[in-house]
């Protein structure tokens, strides 16, 4: 195992890195990211090092669309969590995966993560898997809205409602006792006074049809796929690992621990993504 950019640096053109240096410096690689990527940020993940995730239970789309208290529940700890994800900073993977694109050596960004800190790092071409929590969608109406102005509503509607967390699950939702969150008011859409809910897909929902076409269309033309930071626990994810692997595509993991997708990688490197990117960029020069 790879554990500092002094030793991926000395590494050179040789073993897994090696192999990651070579298809990205060839051009045209398509990126796979994942919570790992954001981990350095401040933001856990469900499988990775961060033990505290492992253990948290995620929101599911059945639960948030059938029970007003569920919902409650979900808007406020993310009301409590929202604040720790919109003050997130790009991290040092975050940059060099931006720097890449401006490169040129990148087809484009395929992100699981709803987090928007790829584009905080200022890359192009992102594809947001599973959506955003940047913004808002209302299930009734369907119109979009951004989250700073929900926050603001919410804000609003519980005055003296306080709450300190330092408990942040995956879904940028903090931990927070039931009776806490019992006494939260939830705000409606705005316009139609319809259901309001993340525009992220939730656990038991599907991607949307266009949008996992755009990415295998994405994959389909790339040179190579690159997966920075992901188990692939999820098929969502693990779909294009597998289309690149039957297109005879080279796949490259970076991640820290095993992934489902290993088995269809070319090359695997167990290393903390910054380090690594960060490495990579520099021999790029």
Same mark, same amino acid.
């Given at each position: 195992?790879?554990?500092?950019?002094?030793?991926?640096?000395?590494?050179?053109?040789?073993?897994?890195?090696?192999?990651? &240096?070579?298809?990205?410096?060839?051009?045209?690689?398509?990126?796979?990211?994942?919570?790992?990527?954001?981990?350095?940020?401040?933001?856990? %993940?469900?499988?990775?090092?961060?033990?505290?995730?492992?253990?948290? +239970?995620?929101? +599911?789309?059945?639960?948030?669309?059938?029970?007003?208290?569920?919902?409650?529940?979900?808007?406020?700890?993310?009301?409590?969590?929202?604040?720790?994800?919109?003050? !997130?900073?790009?991290?040092?993977?975050? *940059?060099?995966?931006?720097?890449?694109?401006?490169?040129?050596?990148?087809?484009?960004?395929?992100?699981?993560?709803?987090?928007?800190? *790829?584009?905080?790092?200022?890359?192009?071409?992102?594809?947001?898997? *599973?959506?955003?929590?940047?913004?808002?969608?209302?299930?009734?109406?369907?119109?979009?809205?951004?989250?700073? %102005?929900?926050?603001?509503?919410?804000?609003?509607?519980?005055?003296?409602?306080?709450?300190?967390?330092? &408990?942040?699950?995956?879904?940028?939702?903090?931990?927070?006792? %039931?009776?806490?969150?019992?006494?939260?008011?939830?705000?409606?859409?705005?316009?139609?006074?319809?259901?309001?809910?993340? #525009?992220?897909?939730?656990?038991?929902?599907?991607?949307?049809?266009?949008?996992?076409? #755009?990415?295998?269309?994405?994959?389909?033309? !790339?040179?190579? &796929?690159?997966?920075?930071?992901?188990?692939?626990?999820?098929?969502?994810?693990?779909?294009?690992?597998?289309? !690149?692997?039957?297109?005879?595509?080279?796949?490259?993991?970076?991640?820290?621990?095993?992934?489902?997708?290993?088995?269809?990688?070319?090359?695997?490197?167990?290393?903390?993504?910054? %380090?690594?990117? +960060?490495?990579?960029?520099?021999?790029?020069?």
């Amino acid at each position: 195992m790879v554990s500092s950019r002094t030793q991926l640096a000395e590494a050179g053109a040789t073993g897994s890195f090696g192999m990651l &240096l070579e298809v990205v410096a060839a051009g045209g690689a398509a990126i796979l990211s994942g919570a790992g990527l954001s981990t350095e940020s401040g933001i856990p %993940d469900y499988r990775g090092p961060t033990g505290l995730a492992r253990r948290a +239970t995620p929101m +599911t789309y059945q639960t948030f669309t059938s029970s007003a208290a569920a919902r409650r529940r979900y808007w406020a700890r993310s009301h409590v969590g929202w604040r720790r994800i919109a003050s !997130a900073a790009p991290n040092r993977g975050h *940059h060099a995966v931006a720097e890449l694109g401006r490169r040129g050596l990148l087809a484009g960004i395929i992100t699981q993560n709803v987090d928007g800190l *790829h584009q905080a790092a200022g890359a192009a071409g992102v594809t947001e898997l *599973h959506g955003s929590l940047h913004r808002v969608i209302c299930l009734d109406c369907g119109q979009r809205t951004s989250r700073t %102005d929900l926050d603001r509503r919410l804000g609003a509607a519980n005055p003296g409602w306080a709450v300190r967390s330092v &408990l942040l699950n995956p879904d940028g939702d903090a931990v927070l006792d %039931d009776a806490t969150a019992e006494s939260f008011q939830v705000a409606a859409c705005a316009s139609c006074g319809g259901v309001l809910k993340p #525009d992220v897909v939730f656990f038991g929902e599907n991607v949307p049809p266009a949008r996992a076409r #755009d990415c295998y269309a994405l994959v389909g033309r !790339a040179s190579a &796929l690159v997966v920075l930071g992901s188990s692939l626990a999820v098929m969502s994810g693990l779909r294009y690992v597998r289309h !690149a692997a039957g297109l005879g595509l080279p796949v490259v993991i970076v991640n820290q621990g095993a992934t489902r997708g290993d088995q269809y990688a070319t090359a695997t490197l167990n290393a903390p993504l910054g %380090d690594v990117l +960060t490495a990579l960029v520099g021999l790029l020069r």
